[in-house]
């Protein structure tokens, strides 16, 4: 086989998109897989995922989604690494692991994962990512604890937001994602603000709606206070508040701690596990469920 790997540009979107849509996952309208390719905070002059071709025809694709975020370290640039996909000819020839390279070949990146498969999880390990989470904390609403203030209308949290955050704000408008500051009036979240805080809403397991946290602006006081705020925020009659080991005190409550079906992965030169969260990435271009 001729099979050329290459990067994709705006001409691959369409093509791609049918791609993913017939092959890799048909309950993901094609309009959502374009997102891969054309998402709003895409920095210039990136490539918008790579891809297999053969004869001219699109046979395998994977997307990296980039994002340039401050961080306590200063500004970096992120990669979350998405729909790794090769039709069944072309696999087990090569192919899909100089797809996999090509993917994560920029070494001033933090890439991450947070929906790979085992399988992929294995390969990559080889490629220098380590596990960035592999459990996570649970915390239903306590009764006992009363709720703190919350400000859950769009406008009147980007108002308390500083530029930055407004930015970030501003980029995932539209997107499937809940968000509230959360402990306003509280002087220990942000000097009274309240920490801004962003989830999904997702059912899971035995129907149960899980609050994934996607960021919070002070993951110390997500950890500190994570009861009361999960009887702030979560809703339904079996709703959890879930976060990532990663942004928990180990000195703090861990609720009920549990294991993540799929590891979550990332690489980075310089960052540690707790300045990686779930934002600017493919689940929330496709609305899916965080494993």
């Known amino acids: 086989m001729s099979a050329v790997v290459r990067p994709a540009g ?10 993913l849509h017939e092959r890799m996952n048909a309950k993901i309208a094609p309009e959502r897989w374009r997102r891969l390719l054309d998402y709003p905070w895409r920095p210039k002059g990136v490539e918008r995922g790579w891809l297999v071709e053969d004869a001219g025809r699109i046979v395998g694709f994977m997307g990296t989604i980039y994002s340039d975020r401050p961080t306590r370290l200063g500004p970096r640039r992120f990669c979350d690494l998405s729909s790794w996909y090769l039709l069944a000819d072309y696999r087990g020839d090569g192919t899909g692991d100089r797809l996999l390279r090509s993917g994560m070949g920029r070494p001033d990146v933090t890439y991450q994962t947070m929906t790979a498969r085992r399988a992929t999880g294995r390969k990559i390990r080889a490629l220098g990512f380590s596990i960035l989470d592999a459990t996570r904390s649970l915390f239903s609403p306590d009764p006992t604890r009363p709720p703190f203030t919350v400000i859950d209308e769009p406008e009147m949290i980007r108002q308390r937001l ?13 997107l499937a994602i809940h968000q509230a500051l959360v402990g306003v ?24 709606a899980y609050h994934d946290v ?13 009861s009361a705020i999960a009887a702030s925020m979560v809703s339904g009659d079996r709703g959890v508040l879930s976060i990532d080991t ?28 707790g300045d990686i969260d779930h934002l600017f990435s493919e689940v ?4 899916q469920k965080l494993p």
Do not use: C
């Open 214 to 226: 996607v960021h919070a602006s002070d993951a110390r006081y997500l950890s500190a206070e994570a």
């Open 246 to 273: 990663r942004f928990m005190n180990p000195r703090d409550d861990q609720g009920t701690v549990e294991t993540i079906p799929l590891a979550r992965w990332y690489r980075s030169l310089d960052l540690s596990p």
């Open 185 to 208: 009036g509280d002087p220990k979240a942000d000097g009274g603000r309240g920490i801004w805080l962003l989830w999904q809403r997702k059912l899971k397991g035995d129907a149960i």
């Open 284 to 287: 929330l271009l496709l609305d």
């Open 10 to 19: 705006e001409a691959d979107i369409e093509p791609v998109a049918a791609l």
């Open 162 to 174: 500083t530029p930055e955050e407004r930015d970030v704000f501003d980029a995932h408008r539209g």
